[in-house]
């Protein structure tokens, strides 16, 4: 997904380079996290996170 890279950026053509997911892709994940139970697992974080 390159649609948050700097204007005047050069790709390759090599691969696609799609604005934004794709709906297939929405799609898998959709069915992955059905396949889940639609849970939300809470995450513990002991350290402060370094972003």
Known sequence: ?????PEGTELPDDVPNRKGHSAGFMGRLFLAWAAMGFRNPKLTVNEGLDV
Not at 1 to 5: A, K, S, T
């Open 1 to 5: 997904m390159v649609g948050d890279l």
